[in-house]
Protein backbone atom coordinates (compact mmCIF):
# COMPACT_ATOMS: atom_id res chain seq x y z
CA UNK A 1 0.00 0.00 0.00
CA UNK A 2 1.42 3.71 -0.75
CA UNK A 3 2.14 5.64 2.02
CA UNK A 4 -1.26 7.67 3.75
CA UNK A 5 -0.85 11.64 4.49
CA UNK A 6 -2.03 12.95 8.11
CA UNK A 7 -2.32 16.37 8.24
CA UNK A 8 -3.10 17.73 12.15
CA UNK A 9 -0.95 19.39 15.08
CA UNK A 10 -0.08 17.16 18.21
CA UNK A 11 -1.98 18.61 20.87
CA UNK A 12 -5.42 18.10 18.51
CA UNK A 13 -7.15 15.24 20.24
CA UNK A 14 -9.18 15.07 16.97
CA UNK A 15 -5.98 14.49 15.05
CA UNK A 16 -4.51 12.25 18.20
CA UNK A 17 -7.46 10.08 18.00
CA UNK A 18 -6.55 9.26 14.62
CA UNK A 19 -3.27 8.85 14.91
CA UNK A 20 -3.71 6.29 17.44
CA UNK A 21 -5.81 3.92 15.41
CA UNK A 22 -2.77 4.22 12.50
CA UNK A 23 -0.44 3.37 15.08
CA UNK A 24 -2.50 0.71 16.44
CA UNK A 25 -3.00 -0.52 12.70
CA UNK A 26 0.42 -0.63 12.46
CA UNK A 27 -0.16 1.42 8.72
CA UNK A 28 2.64 3.60 7.28
CA UNK A 29 1.80 7.34 7.45
CA UNK A 30 3.80 10.35 6.97
CA UNK A 31 2.60 13.23 9.60
CA UNK A 32 2.57 16.37 7.96
CA UNK A 33 2.05 19.55 10.70
CA UNK A 34 -0.96 21.74 9.92
CA UNK A 35 -0.51 24.67 11.93
CA UNK A 36 -2.61 27.75 11.55
CA UNK A 37 -1.01 28.92 8.92
CA UNK A 38 -1.18 26.08 6.80
CA UNK A 39 -4.93 25.37 7.43
CA UNK A 40 -5.54 28.80 5.62
CA UNK A 41 -3.21 28.55 3.23
CA UNK A 42 -5.02 28.07 -0.28
CA UNK A 43 -3.77 24.72 -0.74
CA UNK A 44 -4.59 23.25 2.70
CA UNK A 45 -8.16 24.76 2.06
CA UNK A 46 -8.33 23.08 -1.67
CA UNK A 47 -8.08 19.55 1.06
CA UNK A 48 -10.75 20.66 3.26
CA UNK A 49 -12.30 23.89 2.67
CA UNK A 50 -13.52 24.29 6.20
CA UNK A 51 -9.76 24.88 7.18
CA UNK A 52 -9.62 22.04 10.41
CA UNK A 53 -7.74 19.02 10.77
CA UNK A 54 -7.82 16.23 10.63
CA UNK A 55 -7.14 15.53 6.96
CA UNK A 56 -6.12 12.29 5.48
CA UNK A 57 -4.73 11.82 2.09
CA UNK A 58 -5.19 8.02 0.83
CA UNK A 59 -4.26 8.43 -3.00
CA UNK A 60 -6.53 10.67 -3.90
CA UNK A 61 -9.15 10.70 -1.44
CA UNK A 62 -8.97 13.19 0.66
CA UNK A 63 -11.05 12.43 3.81
CA UNK A 64 -12.06 15.05 7.10
CA UNK A 65 -13.42 14.57 9.85
CA UNK A 66 -11.66 12.57 12.62
CA UNK A 67 -14.74 9.90 13.40
CA UNK A 68 -14.96 9.69 9.56
CA UNK A 69 -11.45 9.12 9.27
CA UNK A 70 -11.21 6.41 11.82
CA UNK A 71 -14.55 4.70 9.91
CA UNK A 72 -12.50 4.74 7.15
CA UNK A 73 -9.57 3.13 7.67
CA UNK A 74 -11.42 0.53 9.51
CA UNK A 75 -13.64 -0.27 6.58
CA UNK A 76 -10.24 -0.18 4.12
CA UNK A 77 -7.25 -1.84 5.58
CA UNK A 78 -8.90 -3.34 8.67
CA UNK A 79 -12.67 -4.97 7.81
CA UNK A 80 -12.47 -7.87 10.60
CA UNK A 81 -10.56 -6.56 13.18
CA UNK A 82 -12.22 -5.69 16.78
CA UNK A 83 -11.96 -1.96 16.07
CA UNK A 84 -15.73 -1.46 14.49
CA UNK A 85 -17.91 -4.73 14.69
CA UNK A 86 -20.74 -5.57 11.96
CA UNK A 87 -23.24 -7.31 14.34
CA UNK A 88 -26.14 -4.56 14.80
CA UNK A 89 -26.51 -4.28 18.11
CA UNK A 90 -22.49 -3.69 19.38
CA UNK A 91 -22.03 -1.41 15.52
CA UNK A 92 -24.86 0.62 16.98
CA UNK A 93 -23.35 1.07 20.38
CA UNK A 94 -19.75 2.14 18.52
CA UNK A 95 -22.02 4.90 16.91
CA UNK A 96 -23.61 6.16 20.31
CA UNK A 97 -20.46 6.52 21.81
CA UNK A 98 -19.23 7.99 18.32
CA UNK A 99 -21.93 10.75 18.51
CA UNK A 100 -21.26 11.75 22.06
CA UNK A 101 -17.51 12.23 21.35
CA UNK A 102 -18.69 14.78 18.62
CA UNK A 103 -20.88 16.12 21.32
CA UNK A 104 -20.96 15.88 24.96
CA UNK A 105 -16.46 15.50 24.68
CA UNK A 106 -16.25 17.84 22.56
CA UNK A 107 -18.48 20.79 24.23
CA UNK A 108 -17.14 19.58 27.71
CA UNK A 109 -13.72 18.97 28.30
CA UNK A 110 -12.39 19.40 25.21
CA UNK A 111 -13.72 23.26 25.37
CA UNK A 112 -13.07 23.69 28.63
CA UNK A 113 -9.40 22.27 27.77
CA UNK A 114 -9.44 24.88 24.79
CA UNK A 115 -10.32 28.05 26.49
CA UNK A 116 -7.82 27.19 29.41
CA UNK A 117 -4.94 26.81 27.26
CA UNK A 118 -5.56 28.11 23.87
CA UNK A 119 -8.19 31.30 25.13
CA UNK A 120 -11.03 29.95 22.53
CA UNK A 121 -14.32 32.33 22.95
CA UNK A 122 -16.56 29.44 24.27
CA UNK A 123 -18.60 29.47 27.25
CA UNK A 124 -16.25 27.90 30.13
CA UNK A 125 -19.20 27.34 32.80
CA UNK A 126 -21.18 25.85 30.44
CA UNK A 127 -18.27 23.71 28.92
CA UNK A 128 -17.86 22.81 32.51
CA UNK A 129 -21.67 21.53 33.42
CA UNK A 130 -21.18 19.68 30.42
CA UNK A 131 -18.00 17.68 31.50
CA UNK A 132 -20.09 16.96 34.98
CA UNK A 133 -22.87 15.42 33.40
CA UNK A 134 -21.29 13.33 31.37
CA UNK A 135 -18.22 12.40 32.88
CA UNK A 136 -20.53 11.17 35.33
CA UNK A 137 -22.30 9.08 32.77
CA UNK A 138 -18.65 7.79 31.66
CA UNK A 139 -17.74 6.79 34.85
CA UNK A 140 -21.07 4.85 35.91
CA UNK A 141 -21.21 3.34 32.34
CA UNK A 142 -17.57 1.87 32.71
CA UNK A 143 -18.14 0.84 36.53
CA UNK A 144 -18.90 -2.66 35.16
CA UNK A 145 -17.23 -2.69 32.10
CA UNK A 146 -13.62 -2.78 30.49
CA UNK A 147 -14.36 -0.62 27.35
CA UNK A 148 -17.34 1.44 26.14
CA UNK A 149 -18.90 -0.22 23.05
CA UNK A 150 -17.76 -3.97 23.49
CA UNK A 151 -15.57 -6.15 25.36
CA UNK A 152 -12.91 -5.07 23.28
CA UNK A 153 -11.72 -1.69 21.93
CA UNK A 154 -13.50 -0.50 19.48
CA UNK A 155 -12.87 3.16 17.26
CA UNK A 156 -15.38 4.39 20.01
CA UNK A 157 -12.80 4.29 22.55
CA UNK A 158 -10.24 6.17 20.67
CA UNK A 159 -12.76 8.87 20.03
CA UNK A 160 -13.36 10.13 23.78
CA UNK A 161 -9.99 9.06 25.17
CA UNK A 162 -8.25 11.93 23.55
CA UNK A 163 -10.18 14.83 25.28
CA UNK A 164 -10.99 12.67 28.82
CA UNK A 165 -7.76 11.49 29.24
CA UNK A 166 -6.62 15.32 29.16
CA UNK A 167 -9.48 16.98 30.70
CA UNK A 168 -7.62 18.26 33.50
CA UNK A 169 -5.68 20.69 31.25
CA UNK A 170 -8.97 22.00 31.61
CA UNK A 171 -9.35 22.30 34.53
CA UNK A 172 -11.33 19.38 34.83
CA UNK A 173 -10.48 16.97 37.12
CA UNK A 174 -10.56 12.82 36.92
CA UNK A 175 -10.14 12.05 40.32
CA UNK A 176 -13.52 11.69 41.42
CA UNK A 177 -13.88 9.47 38.46
CA UNK A 178 -12.19 6.13 39.27
CA UNK A 179 -13.81 3.82 36.67
CA UNK A 180 -12.65 6.45 33.60
CA UNK A 181 -8.89 6.71 35.17
CA UNK A 182 -8.92 2.66 34.71
CA UNK A 183 -10.57 2.76 31.38
CA UNK A 184 -7.70 5.59 30.11
CA UNK A 185 -5.12 3.41 31.75
CA UNK A 186 -6.29 0.54 29.77
CA UNK A 187 -6.40 2.11 26.77
CA UNK A 188 -2.69 3.95 27.33
CA UNK A 189 -2.24 0.05 27.87
CA UNK A 190 -3.14 -0.83 24.01
CA UNK A 191 -0.21 -1.70 21.43
CA UNK A 192 0.59 1.39 19.33
CA UNK A 193 -0.44 3.70 22.14
CA UNK A 194 1.52 7.13 22.52
CA UNK A 195 0.37 9.83 24.27
CA UNK A 196 -0.44 13.83 23.56
CA UNK A 197 1.90 16.39 24.66
CA UNK A 198 1.74 17.21 28.33
CA UNK A 199 0.45 20.90 29.02
CA UNK A 200 0.37 22.46 31.73
CA UNK A 201 -2.64 22.51 34.40
CA UNK A 202 -4.39 25.60 34.88
CA UNK A 203 -5.22 27.28 38.15
CA UNK A 204 -7.83 25.20 39.92
CA UNK A 205 -11.91 26.89 39.00
CA UNK A 206 -13.90 28.38 41.30
CA UNK A 207 -16.34 25.90 40.82
CA UNK A 208 -14.83 21.71 40.91
CA UNK A 209 -16.57 19.12 38.99
CA UNK A 210 -17.79 16.94 41.27
Known amino acids: MQKLKLYGVPVSGHCHRVELLLRMLALPYE ?3 AP ?17 I ?7 QVLTDSNAIMVYLIKRYAPDSHWLPEEPWA ?20 SC ?10 NYQNALSISERFLAHLDQHLTQREFLATERPT ?24 AIQR ?6 GLPGFFPMPELPLPEPTSRPIK
Not at 54 to 60: A, C, T
Not at 91 to 101: G, K, R, Y
Open 31 to 33: YCP
Open 36 to 52: AEIRSSDAFLRLNPLGQ
Open 54 to 60: PVLLDGE
Open 91 to 110: AAQVQIWLSQAAGEVRYGPA
Open 113 to 122: RMVKQFSVAE
Open 155 to 178: IADLACYSYVAVAPEGGVSLSPYP
Open 183 to 188: WAARIA
